[in-house]
């Protein structure tokens, strides 16, 4: 079974468009994030939910907009895609907030805006 | 900001050989992990070693930390043609701000 699933694994999409990215975790975890990793391999946090409660909120455009109804998934909707939001976009979960567990990381979506 | 600096970027090894990645970081740390991200996949957890903690080993891997030198390193022993991946640290900082910030990575290539 697939610890950290994300749908779907490959978009592409004009600029301008709105669109949303699915994540959801079967490991009970509290924590999910949301991850941007651009064309050099550079990871960096977007959001951390706890228990469907935002808790980190790195400086991302208020077009980015996550979305938790439950501690299992965390949904990502993009809106007015730039150029520049091209990229690998990653969900992970781990077991508590304070950094102390490791994360387990979906396969990624790759988002290629036109 | 970008915690981790990876050295090398790259690193080509023949099957067998040992491979040495090596991170540096500058704040203080609660932990550094180390992921594995094979291409066109997610990451992978390897370990992670507290600040407390020198040495630490899993199977072929042995990560040890120097918190005076703030660094770190990863040694993959008797490498195979399936360790080809990029590898990252990825550090928690002391503190309040608990959330894993990720260096740039290294390319390791194992040659069969």
């Known amino acids: 079974d697939t610890a950290v699933s994300q749908t779907p694994k490959y978009l592409v999409t004009q600029m301008g468009n709105d669109k949303s990215i699915k994540c959801e975790q079967n490991?009970?975890?509290?924590?999910m994030y949301w991850y941007k990793q651009d064309s050099k391999k550079f990871l960096k946090i977007m959001f951390s939910y706890n228990n469907k409660e935002l808790i980190i909120n790195e400086t991302v455009p208020n077009r980015f907009s996550p979305k938790s109804p439950d501690k299992a998934h965390l949904n990502l909707h993009i809106n007015s895609l730039e150029l520049g939001d091209s990229a690998v976009y990653f969900c992970?979960?781990?077991?508590?907030?304070?950094?102390?567990?490791?994360?387990?990381f979906g396969p990624g979506t790759r988002l290629t805006v036109t | 900001s970008q915690q981790g600096e990876e050295d090398p970027q790259a690193l080509s090894i023949q099957e067998g050989e040992n491979a040495t990645m090596n991170c540096s970081y500058k704040?203080?740390?609660?932990?550094l992990q180390w992921y594995r991200q094979n291409s066109g996949r997610g990451l992978v957890h390897l370990i992670l070693i507290r600040s407390n903690e020198r040495e630490k080993h899993s199977g072929r891997l042995r990560v040890t930390l120097d918190t005076s030198k703030k660094s770190s390193s990863l040694l993959i022993t008797a490498s195979r043609a399936a360790d080809t991946a990029s590898y990252f640290c990825a550090t928690v900082p002391s503190g309040s701000a608990r959330q894993l910030t990720f260096g740039s990575g290294t390319q390791l290539t194992v040659l069969p």
């Open positions: 490991l009970g975890h509290d924590t």
């Open positions: 992970a979960s781990s077991r508590g907030t304070d950094g102390s567990y490791e994360q387990y």
């Open positions: 704040t203080s740390i609660n932990n």
